[in-house]
């Protein structure tokens, strides 16, 4: 009863934390200030007056892209773990959830890799940090699904959703393809069903978020498969189905043939109609994933207007990972000198 | 002492530097520590400022130096801190210093990367050098159980050891492959899942750890490892394992099979072991050399690049002069210290060896100054205690100089015991006399800073709680009888008979008391009376009445004193004077009856003494009921008095309601028509109706300064000097920034001046009276800490007392050992720091809210020694 009442007996010091976090994120006015600047030197400057401080102070002179991105990562990353070894349940639950994301990213990261014989130290180096796992590093052994399924991911908390793929023969670009979104549909469903069980506010936004995330994956799903030899029957089995697009606006999307069917198909919601007339693939305009990652901000924000919900965590990687990719953007415009560009970014406050 | 009263006079200045001389002479000013610079561009981006180069030069710098800080700290070399303060170095400077950092880094890092490669070449040899070993005990075991199977018919196939079945039959008949190798001992469990899992349980494992640990080349950190050996069959199976170690990070070693191979090999392994262990320490020599020579030198470095950084970053609050020739700066500075400050800019621009001087030129401006005040290290706690309410406007009167004393005197009141003021005295003094050798420990604990930092006013504390624990006559909740108690018990009237008939006596004063008080501080005897607390109360609640009056009077002229200096006589005739008669009618009167009460009254008239709290209600109510028998009633002229004050008091407030509204709004529409009428005659004349009007010395035109400044500056901006409105904006003219001054008249809007009045003179009137009842937590907290110190007492330490025989000595050994550790925490620390925050309160609210606005803003010069004292992370 009333879990509002003691929600920050457990979680209110995290809560009050992660809202601090928050308070850091790049303003609009930063990211005026940051398509200013002429060289990376001027972008570290202005990063130093802001919340990331002195994070790159100890970097020697010739800064380089990657450098900015793997210290914003690391700093992402301090924090999360931060968070994750302050919690208690189920709050340490959902926040693990939220790592298998990126342990889903990695996993298909690794495999592709070694299915185009790259060495593995060079793949490690380039997964994402909060999916890391202890065998990760073991998985090149594994020459097909089964093998990864019994070799590498029964300990994880990954195999129940891998379960759905052990099927597929061998590992081709197509089927690791199919494997993520897969897995992709197994966790999102997963996670969905967690936080519908976890009830009250925690519920009413994260299944908002994680709708979004479901339909997004199933417009993506359908437009990157025309053209492929995926069949319509196979795509179908890949949609999310957790999602406001369920079941109708899935079946509907497993016929379409082509974008403007798919366009169709999104006329019947009122925000995904918005997004796809906004987008376009002119010059000047956005395009299709830029507005979703701009609804998916506009979320994101919405969420800390509730109080006493886990949403506030799951929104707050999600708008730093964000801010990652616009400065990483911002960076790259300046460091390529190709400035044309260099306002796409998602402005986030 | 006036210098503390008000704050520092404050002036605006401009400052021309050339630009080769403004280095340097940023440079003195920073020693100086008496200017603050006013951002002049604060629409730029830090990165879009002109000495931007400069600073990430000096930022690189400082990385290089946080690099051999590292290094040094690592090697665990003390860094030698001699506390001397290098100037900073010239511009041209700067290249030699980063030339020698660079040579150090680039020195140290070719020394890491050296010993880097040699301790991985280390680790692997003594890595191999444990396989070695380990896997001797392997094939040893092997060939024993071997024999063993072989000599006992016995032993059944199961029962003998795997390996050493396994090694002998298949040894034979298949080739038996193993890898060995080492692996982190934390991996174990989930490498040798993994194994059997991705080989299906065919692959035999054996594992060994290494009892040292060992240091990882990379991290320099210690780590414990294991040694492994896995026996496979077939190649299939031999690549999947290598793969599995590979992915765990276990490194592999190749480990001959038989025995004397594995000798030879680990002969060779120690030779070598031998050669690198010589070089490592040459190394490791040398790296202590560099890193000597540079310790020796870091603290100097570090103040040197920060000074650096400090200045490049002042001028780039710089405008630029339209020639590009000289730098313009505005500053605040004390008009005190102006020559000091012409001569630090004097030496700056000697040093330079430029020959242009640089100009320092007095603007004046309506902005609000920055409240300055000299503080020395006594005041300087007092002083903080004020600030942290609200710093003072620009030249009003600083409450820091009387909270010196009124501060630990209330405090003591509250806290009045001589035993616990000891303790706090002896305290605080120990901090005081070893005050340099405490500083310098840079002690970075909170808790400790914020005690250091208050010694003075815990000093000040304890030696007034001793004083006003010698007037309760409390030490320890016991009493001294020092001068005779002035009660006795005469023997005639209490008689053995009397005596033994009951416990409690009550003495008539009539009879008992002597007749002339106890020359100082309360009767001893009153601590064995049963009594004891309601005399106590008595006495105490008027003295924190008296008190807390006369300090609302004093708090209320005070503001007498900020009226006449900030030259507003309205504010003396409508808001001092009745606020004075109002306290003085309601609350003044009330302390003369106290006053009459105590002097008037002697033992024999005691039981007809009036009750002054039941007269104050009846004098407000207008009500005098009729004497009871033996009772004086109030007297008619007393009435008609009390009657009086009461009207008077009642009439102060719209006195002080309405008065200043209208007559302000009468000034208004006069000054108005008066106005039009100057401009006609083409005289501004406005400074006197600013809400601003300190006595500001304009400096004339025949100034020499002035002069100066049309030659150096050749724009004509600066020549209309009589023109209040030119002379604001100009420095906006001269920098083309865009930044708005506040418009310096204020309208005047009568409802809101209105407003602000009522709630002014609803928050005094009502504050009188919630304040003055506000005053007698001096008297709850003094019964309360009387109180529970002799709780402690009776609970505790008469326990102790109570004992005999040979357990006594014991006994009280160790209860006294916990009564005085509770009288150290809670009776002193927890009830001090009650009553710290009682005082403070009496201070922010009662006393300052009679006078004080605390709306200024706090001068924050640019000053090397702060910079450093903050360390990296400046500005």
Same mark, same amino acid.
């Given at each position: 009863?009333?879990?509002?009442?003691?929600?920050?007996?457990?979680?209110?010091?995290?809560?009050?934390?992660?809202?601090?976090?928050?308070?850091?994120?790049?303003?609009?006015?930063?990211?005026?200030?940051?398509?200013?600047?002429?060289?990376?030197?001027?972008?570290?400057?202005?990063?130093?007056?802001?919340?990331?401080?002195?994070?790159?102070?100890?970097?020697?002179?010739?800064?380089?892209?990657?450098?900015?991105?793997?210290?914003?990562?690391?700093?992402?990353?301090?924090?999360?773990?931060?968070?994750?070894?302050?919690?208690?349940?189920?709050?340490?639950? @959902?926040? !693990?959830? /939220?790592?298998?994301?990126?342990?889903?990213?990695?996993? *298909?990261?690794? +495999?592709?890799? #070694? $299915?185009?014989?790259?060495?593995?130290?060079?793949?490690?180096?380039?997964?994402?940090?909060?999916?890391?796992?202890?065998?990760?590093?073991?998985?090149?052994?594994?020459?097909?699904?089964?093998?990864?399924?019994?070799?590498?991911?029964?300990?994880?908390?990954?195999?129940?959703? @891998?379960? !759905?793929? /052990?099927?597929?023969?061998?590992?081709?670009?197509?089927? *690791?393809?199919? +494997?993520?979104? #897969? $897995?992709?549909?197994?966790?999102?469903?997963?996670?969905?069903?967690?936080?519908?069980?976890?009830?009250?506010?925690?519920?009413?936004?994260?299944?908002?978020?994680?709708?979004?995330?479901?339909?997004?994956?199933?417009?993506?799903?359908?437009?990157?498969?025309?053209?492929?030899?995926?069949?319509?029957?196979?795509?179908?089995?890949?949609?999310?189905?957790?999602?406001?697009?369920?079941?109708?606006?899935?079946?509907?999307?497993?016929?379409?043939?082509?974008?403007?069917?798919?366009?169709?198909?999104?006329?019947?919601?009122?925000?995904?109609?918005?997004?796809?007339?906004?987008?376009?693939?002119?010059?000047?305009?956005?395009?299709?994933?830029?507005?979703?990652?701009?609804?998916?901000?506009?979320?994101?924000?919405?969420?800390?207007?509730?109080?006493?919900?886990?949403?506030?965590?799951?929104?707050?990687?999600?708008?730093?990972?964000?801010?990652?990719?616009?400065?990483?953007?911002?960076?790259?415009?300046?460091?390529?000198?190709?400035?044309?560009?260099?306002?796409?970014?998602?402005?986030?406050? | 002492?006036?210098?503390?009263?008000?704050?520092?006079?404050?002036?605006?200045?401009?400052?021309?530097?050339?630009?080769?001389?403004?280095?340097?002479?940023?440079?003195?000013?920073?020693?100086?520590?008496?200017?603050?610079?006013?951002?002049?561009?604060?629409?730029?981006?830090?990165?879009?400022?002109?000495?931007?180069?400069?600073?990430?030069?000096?930022?690189?710098?400082?990385?290089?130096?946080?690099?051999?800080?590292?290094?040094?700290?690592?090697?665990?070399?003390?860094?030698?801190?001699?506390?001397?303060?290098?100037?900073?170095?010239?511009?041209?400077?700067?290249?030699?210093?980063?030339?020698?950092?660079?040579?150090?880094?680039?020195?140290?890092?070719?020394?890491?990367?050296?010993?880097?490669?040699?301790?991985?070449?280390?680790?692997?040899?003594?890595?191999?050098?444990?396989?070695?070993?380990?896997?001797?005990?392997?094939?040893?075991?092997?060939?024993?159980?071997?024999?063993?199977?072989?000599?006992?018919?016995?032993?059944?196939?199961?029962?003998?050891?795997?390996?050493?079945?396994?090694?002998?039959?298949?040894?034979?008949?298949?080739?038996?492959?193993?890898?060995?190798?080492?692996?982190?001992?934390?991996?174990?469990?989930?490498?040798?899942?993994?194994?059997?899992?991705?080989?299906?349980?065919?692959?035999?494992?054996?594992?060994?750890?290494?009892?040292?640990?060992?240091?990882?080349?990379?991290?320099?950190?210690?780590?414990?490892?294991?040694?492994?050996?896995?026996?496979?069959?077939?190649?299939?199976?031999?690549?999947?394992?290598?793969?599995?170690?590979?992915?765990?990070?276990?490194?592999?070693?190749?480990?001959?099979?038989?025995?004397?191979?594995?000798?030879?090999?680990?002969?060779?392994?120690?030779?070598?072991?031998?050669?690198?262990?010589?070089?490592?320490?040459?190394?490791?020599?040398?790296?202590?050399?560099?890193?000597?020579?540079?310790?020796?030198?870091?603290?100097?470095?570090?103040?040197?690049?920060?000074?650096?950084?400090?200045?490049?970053?002042?001028?780039?609050?710089?405008?630029?002069?339209?020639?590009?020739?000289?730098?313009?700066?505005?500053?605040?500075?004390?008009?005190?210290?102006?020559?000091?400050?012409?001569?630090?800019?004097?030496?700056?621009?000697?040093?330079?060896?430029?020959?242009?001087?640089?100009?320092?030129?007095?603007?004046?401006?309506?902005?609000?100054?920055?409240?300055?005040?000299?503080?020395?290290?006594?005041?300087?706690?007092?002083?903080?205690?004020?600030?942290?309410?609200?710093?003072?406007?620009?030249?009003?009167?600083?409450?820091?100089?009387?909270?010196?004393?009124?501060?630990?005197?209330?405090?003591?009141?509250?806290?009045?015991?001589?035993?616990?003021?000891?303790?706090?005295?002896?305290?605080?003094?120990?901090?005081?006399?070893?005050?340099?050798?405490?500083?310098?420990?840079?002690?970075?604990?909170?808790?400790?800073?914020?005690?250091?930092?208050?010694?003075?006013?815990?000093?000040?504390?304890?030696?007034?709680?001793?004083?006003?624990?010698?007037?309760?006559?409390?030490?320890?909740?016991?009493?001294?009888?020092?001068?005779?108690?002035?009660?006795?018990?005469?023997?005639?009237?209490?008689?053995?008979?009397?005596?033994?008939?009951?416990?409690?006596?009550?003495?008539?004063?009539?009879?008992?008391?002597?007749?002339?008080?106890?020359?100082?501080?309360?009767?001893?005897?009153?601590?064995?009376?049963?009594?004891?607390?309601?005399?106590?109360?008595?006495?105490?609640?008027?003295?924190?009445?008296?008190?807390?009056?006369?300090?609302?009077?004093?708090?209320?002229?005070?503001?007498?004193?900020?009226?006449?200096?900030?030259?507003?006589?309205?504010?003396?005739?409508?808001?001092?004077?009745?606020?004075?008669?109002?306290?003085?009618?309601?609350?003044?009167?009330?302390?003369?009856?106290?006053?009459?009460?105590?002097?008037?009254?002697?033992?024999?008239?005691?039981?007809?003494?009036?009750?002054?709290?039941?007269?104050?209600?009846?004098?407000?109510?207008?009500?005098?009921?009729?004497?009871?028998?033996?009772?004086?009633?109030?007297?008619?002229?007393?009435?008609?008095?009390?009657?009086?004050?009461?009207?008077?008091?009642?009439?102060?407030?719209?006195?002080?309601?309405?008065?200043?509204?209208?007559?302000?709004?009468?000034?208004?529409?006069?000054?108005?028509?008066?106005?039009?009428?100057?401009?006609?005659?083409?005289?501004?004349?406005?400074?006197?109706?600013?809400?601003?009007?300190?006595?500001?010395?304009?400096?004339?035109?025949?100034?020499?300064?002035?002069?100066?400044?049309?030659?150096?500056?050749?724009?004509?901006?600066?020549?209309?000097?009589?023109?209040?409105?030119?002379?604001?904006?100009?420095?906006?003219?001269?920098?083309?920034?865009?930044?708005?001054?506040?418009?310096?008249?204020?309208?005047?809007?009568?409802?809101?001046?209105?407003?602000?009045?009522?709630?002014?003179?609803?928050?005094?009137?009502?504050?009188?009276?919630?304040?003055?009842?506000?005053?007698?937590?001096?008297?709850?907290?003094?019964?309360?800490?009387?109180?529970?110190?002799?709780?402690?007492?009776?609970?505790?330490?008469?326990?102790?007392?109570?004992?005999?025989?040979?357990?006594?000595?014991?006994?009280?050994?160790?209860?006294?050992?916990?009564?005085?550790?509770?009288?150290?925490?809670?009776?002193?620390?927890?009830?001090?720091?009650?009553?710290?925050?009682?005082?403070?309160?009496?201070?922010?609210?009662?006393?300052?809210?009679?006078?004080?606005?605390?709306?200024?803003?706090?001068?924050?010069?640019?000053?090397?020694?702060?910079?450093?004292?903050?360390?990296?992370?400046?500005?």
């Amino acid at each position: 009863m009333m879990p509002e009442l003691s929600f920050n007996i457990d979680h209110g010091y995290l809560e009050g934390l992660v809202r601090g976090f928050k308070c850091g994120i790049l303003k609009q006015t930063d990211y005026l200030n940051l398509v200013q600047c002429e060289t990376l030197e001027d972008l570290k400057l202005h990063l130093q007056s802001t919340d990331y401080g002195s994070f790159l102070a100890n970097e020697p002179s010739p800064l380089s892209v990657s450098v900015i991105d793997d210290k914003m990562r690391e700093k992402l990353v301090v924090e999360f773990q931060h968070l994750r070894n302050h919690c208690l349940e189920p709050l340490a639950t @959902f926040l !693990d959830y /939220i790592t298998y994301s990126y342990m889903i990213d990695n996993i *298909i990261l690794l +495999i592709t890799g #070694t $299915l185009h014989q790259r060495p593995i130290n060079e793949l490690i180096s380039k997964c994402h940090p909060l999916g890391s796992f202890e065998q990760m590093e073991a998985i090149h052994i594994a020459s097909t699904p089964a093998e990864l399924y019994n070799a590498v991911l029964v300990d994880t908390p990954l195999a129940p959703y @891998f379960i !759905d793929c /052990i099927s597929e023969q061998d590992l081709d670009e197509m089927n *690791i393809e199919i +494997i993520r979104n #897969t $897995l992709y549909k197994a966790y999102l469903e997963d996670f969905f069903n967690f936080c519908k069980n976890l009830g009250g506010a925690t519920a009413e936004v994260m299944c908002e978020a994680l709708a979004f995330e479901a339909d997004r994956r199933a417009f993506i799903i359908t437009i990157n498969s025309f053209g492929t030899e995926l069949s319509k029957e196979d795509r179908e089995k890949l949609y999310p189905c957790c999602g406001n697009l369920y079941p109708d606006g899935l079946s509907k999307l497993a016929q379409a043939e082509d974008y403007d069917q798919v366009r169709q198909v999104a006329e019947y919601y009122a925000s995904y109609k918005e997004l796809f007339e906004g987008a376009g693939t002119n010059p000047g305009d956005k395009t299709l994933e830029d507005k979703f990652f701009e609804h998916e901000v506009k979320l994101m924000k919405h969420s800390f207007m509730h109080q006493f919900q886990f949403g506030v965590f799951y929104s707050y990687v999600k708008l730093k990972e964000q801010e990652c990719r616009n400065i990483i953007w911002i960076g790259e415009c300046v460091a390529q000198r190709h400035r044309a560009k260099i306002d796409s970014y998602i402005p986030i406050f | 002492m006036g210098s503390l009263l008000r704050s520092e006079e404050m002036t605006l200045c401009q400052l021309f530097l050339q630009s080769e001389a403004a280095y340097t002479c940023v440079s003195e000013l920073g020693e100086l520590g008496l200017v603050q610079f006013r951002d002049l561009n604060p629409d730029f981006n830090a990165f879009q400022r002109k000495f931007v180069n400069e600073i990430r030069r000096c930022e690189e710098m400082e990385r290089k130096l946080r690099f051999l800080e590292k290094e040094i700290k690592k090697d665990g070399i003390p860094m030698l801190d001699t506390g001397d303060n290098p100037d900073a170095p010239a511009p041209r400077e700067m290249i030699d210093l980063e030339a020698t950092f660079e040579k150090l880094e680039n020195e140290m890092k070719e020394v890491n990367a050296n010993s880097e490669a040699l301790k991985k070449n280390y680790l692997e040899l003594t890595e191999l050098k444990h396989i070695l070993r380990k896997t001797q005990t392997f094939f040893e075991e092997a060939e024993f159980h071997n024999r063993q199977a072989m000599h006992d018919p016995y032993l059944g196939e199961e029962t003998v050891g795997l390996l050493g079945e396994e090694a002998q039959q298949r040894g034979r008949g298949l080739r038996l492959g193993f890898v060995a190798g080492v692996i982190l001992r934390e991996k174990l469990p989930a490498f040798e899942r993994m194994l059997w899992r991705a080989c299906r349980g065919n692959v035999f494992l054996r594992q060994a750890e290494i009892d040292k640990p060992m240091e990882d080349p990379v991290s320099g950190d210690q780590v414990l490892k294991s040694v492994f050996i896995i026996f496979f069959q077939g190649d299939q199976l031999k690549s999947r394992v290598r793969k599995i170690c590979e992915g765990f990070r276990a490194t592999l070693y190749p480990c001959p099979e038989t025995p004397s191979e594995r000798r030879e090999m680990s002969l060779g392994v120690m030779t070598r072991i031998e050669d690198l262990n010589t070089v490592l320490g040459q190394t490791g020599d040398h790296r202590h050399r560099v890193l000597v020579a540079a310790a020796k030198n870091i603290k100097v470095w570090f103040i040197k690049v920060r000074k650096i950084k400090a200045i490049y970053h002042t001028l780039n609050m710089f405008n630029l002069d339209v020639t590009q020739k000289c730098l313009i700066a505005e500053c605040w500075c004390p008009c005190a210290d102006l020559d000091r400050i012409q001569q630090a800019l004097q030496r700056g621009t000697e040093r330079s060896g430029s020959s242009v001087p640089s100009i320092l030129n007095r603007m004046s401006t309506k902005q609000e100054p920055p409240t300055y005040n000299r503080n020395n290290k006594l005041t300087k706690g007092f002083q903080n205690l004020v600030d942290a309410y609200g710093v003072a406007s620009y030249r009003e009167i600083n409450p820091a100089p009387f909270t010196i004393i009124t501060f630990p005197f209330l405090f003591a009141v509250m806290f009045g015991d001589m035993g616990h003021g000891l303790i706090m005295f002896l305290f605080a003094l120990w901090m005081v006399v070893r005050e340099k050798q405490l500083q310098a420990k840079k002690i970075d604990n909170e808790i400790w800073t914020t005690f250091f930092g208050g010694r003075y006013i815990i000093l000040l504390m304890g030696a007034f709680s001793m004083y006003t624990g010698f007037i309760y006559n409390d030490i320890f909740s016991k009493s001294l009888n020092l001068f005779g108690c002035q009660w006795h018990a005469s023997n005639n009237e209490y008689t053995q008979a009397v005596l033994d008939h009951g416990k409690l006596f009550q003495l008539n004063p009539n009879g008992s008391y002597y007749g002339s008080p106890y020359p100082l501080g309360l009767d001893p005897i009153w601590s064995v009376a049963v009594n004891k607390i309601a005399f106590t109360n008595s006495l105490k609640m008027k003295t924190s009445i008296i008190l807390g009056v006369s300090q609302m009077f004093f708090g209320v002229s005070l503001s007498l004193l900020n009226h006449r200096y900030f030259k507003n006589p309205l504010n003396i005739f409508c808001e001092f004077i009745p606020q004075v008669i109002f306290l003085f009618c309601m609350f003044g009167y009330l302390c003369i009856l106290v006053f009459h009460k105590w002097v008037n009254y002697t033992s024999a008239e005691a039981g007809t003494a009036p009750s002054l709290l039941i007269g104050a209600i009846n004098m407000f109510l207008f009500h005098y009921p009729v004497p009871k028998d033996g009772q004086v009633g109030v007297s008619d002229g007393q009435k008609g008095f009390q009657g009086f004050l009461v009207v008077v008091a009642v009439l102060c407030v719209p006195w002080m309601l309405f008065a200043k509204p209208f007559l302000l709004r009468y000034q208004q529409r006069y000054g108005q028509k008066r106005r039009k009428f100057d401009v006609l005659l083409g005289d501004i004349n406005g400074e006197s109706e600013v809400a601003f009007a300190s006595p500001h010395t304009r400096y004339t035109e025949t100034d020499i300064q002035f002069k100066h400044q049309h030659l150096s500056v050749n724009s004509g901006d600066l020549i209309n000097h009589s023109d209040p409105e030119a002379e604001v904006t100009h420095h906006n003219d001269v920098g083309g920034s865009h930044h708005v001054e506040e418009e310096e008249e204020k309208v005047f809007d009568f409802p809101e001046v209105m407003i602000n009045q009522s709630i002014h003179t609803i928050e005094y009137c009502l504050g009188c009276i919630s304040h003055t009842a506000s005053y007698l937590r001096l008297w709850a907290l003094s019964l309360a800490h009387a109180q529970l110190s002799e709780v402690l007492w009776t609970m505790v330490m008469r326990i102790g007392l109570g004992f005999s025989g040979f357990v006594a000595p014991f006994a009280i050994v160790i209860i006294f050992a916990g009564w005085a550790c509770m009288t150290v925490v809670i009776l002193v620390l927890m009830e001090g720091l009650s009553a710290f925050l009682h005082a403070l309160r009496l201070h922010w609210v009662e006393f300052q809210s009679k006078f004080y606005k605390g709306e200024g803003y706090m001068f924050q010069p640019f000053s090397f020694e702060d910079i450093l004292d903050h360390g990296g992370e400046e500005k």
